[in-house]
Structure formats: structure tokens, C-alpha cells
Nanobody
Framework: VQLVESGGGSVQAGASLRLSCAAS????????IGWFRQAPGKEREFVAA????????HYADSVKDRFTISRDNAKRTANLQMNSLKPEDTAVYYC?????????????????????WGRGTQVTVNS
């Protein structure tokens, strides 16, 4: 599956943004979708993931209660609603996917578990 992110931008602290991930190709409904982010000089880090059927989600502690991941398999899209943004949320955000019926935290939180990646979208939060 090919993934393309959109929705990034530059906002003030406390604002909201909604990132979208559009998929092309088959079997999107069989993919775990994750969002990762990478700030300059830092490693890529896990943000959120959603199971292939949308029944389970998981968030990094740093974004819990502020971000919400969702998906629409019929439209082959996944979204990341980001509220109460902070300057430390500034990063390039990536949508990623892997096609396995595996929902194990130690697996879906690792970038190396994913074999499909978008090119990323920049999110900048100004203080």
C-alpha cells in the first residue's frame, strides 16, 4: 500500500490540526496504521497506532488525551486529530503501515515493524 500524508502546518500553541493519511493499493483494511514523528536531531518516535479493524488504538504517553487516531477502511484513510498542541509536538509526522494481523505493543510501536511509509508532513507549533 502507498501512503500520502496531508494536513500539516504551522500553528500556535494550544491550537489543533488534523493530519490525514490516504492509501492507495489493496488490502488497506488488513493493515495496522501507525503515526510516527521525527524532530530535528532526534530519532523517529511512535505517536499512535490503530488496529486493522479500528477496534483498538494505542498512544504514546506524550500525546495521550490530546491526540486521536481513527480510520475509515471504506475510504482507505487514516487520521490523526491533534488538539492542545505544544511546541514539543513540532516534528515531521509520518503515516506508516504493516500488513499483519498482529496487535502487540512491542511490535506496533517500533518503526522497523512497518514496511509502508509516507513521505511525511511538517507540523510546527509556535510558542
Amino acid at each position: 500500500v502507498q501512503l500520502v500524508e496531508s494536513g500539516g502546518g504551522s500553528v500556535q500553541a494550544g491550537a489543533s490540526l488534523r493530519l490525514s493519511c490516504a492509501a492507495s493499493g489493496d488490502f488497506f483494511g488488513n493493515y495496522v496504521i501507525g503515526w510516527f514523528r521525527q524532530a530535528p536531531g532526534k530519532e523517529r518516535e511512535f505517536v499512535a497506532a490503530i488496529r486493522w479493524d479500528g477496534r483498538n488504538t494505542h498512544y504514546a504517553d506524550s500525546v495521550k488525551d490530546r491526540f486521536t487516531i481513527s480510520r475509515d477502511n471504506a475510504k482507505r484513510t487514516a487520521n490523526l486529530q491533534m488538539n492542545s498542541l505544544k511546541p514539543e509536538d513540532t516534528a515531521v509526522y509520518y503515516c506508516a503501515g504493516f500488513r499483519q494481523f498482529t496487535w502487540v505493543r512491542t511490535y506496533y510501536t517500533l518503526p522497523k515493524s512497518y514496511d509502508s511509509w509516507g513521505r511525511g508532513t511538517q507540523v510546527t507549533v509556535n510558542s
